[in-house]
């Protein structure tokens, strides 16, 4: 298996043999108006890590090519499958009519959530997170057949969504 660092996926052209041949696991990112470039970015490094199937944004969430995901991305925007969607909740419905054993997992705080490290995650699923200030849309929210949320013990209510995410999605991977 090809592993390339930082200033190599900036500079190597995907090559279409070697994505194929990464084992995708059975895991759909799906961003509800996630604003910050950056933020988008490290969303594609995180899907890449993982080896999720895709990246949906959704709504106002910026698309490559940009040159802030580009640059937050280090280019694994070219080597992780994305689409847009106009909502998430349109790429919810899209997704559980093409995949009927789907999971919708929410991060967000919520009366309904549980701690995340409390949960066993079934797969296929799709984890969705939201606007850095507003989070995961209150109609995401009642799709979802599960919100799981990261305790704060200390002064800050929230952490980053990238953050967050990969917290989630690591241990979601104990699991895969």
Aim: net charge neutral; hydrophobic share 45%.
């Amino acid at each position: 298996m090809v592993k390339l660092n930082a200033k190599e996926l900036r500079t190597t052209p995907v090559d279409p043999e070697v994505t194929k041949a990464i084992k995708k696991n059975p895991i759909t990112i799906i961003l509800d108006n996630v604003l910050d470039t950056y933020n988008v970015g490290s969303i594609f490094r995180l899907a890449d890590a993982v080896a999720a199937q895709r990246v949906i944004l959704c709504g106002e969430t910026l698309t490559p090519p940009n040159s802030r995901i580009k640059k937050a991305s280090i280019n694994t925007w070219q080597w992780v499958s994305w689409q847009h969607a106009e909502t998430a909740v349109a790429a919810i419905s899209n997704i559980k009519y093409q995949i009927s054993n789907i999971k919708i997992v929410a991060v967000e705080q919520d009366a309904r959530s549980k701690p995340f490290y409390e949960v066993r995650y079934e797969f296929p699923i799709a984890i969705v997170v939201g606007h850095e200030t507003h989070g995961v849309s209150r109609e995401v929210l009642d799709m979802a057949d599960m919100i799981v949320e990261l305790p704060m013990w200390g002064i800050n209510k929230s952490l980053n969504v990238m953050v967050s995410l990969g917290i989630v999605l690591y241990d979601m991977m104990k699991q895969v």
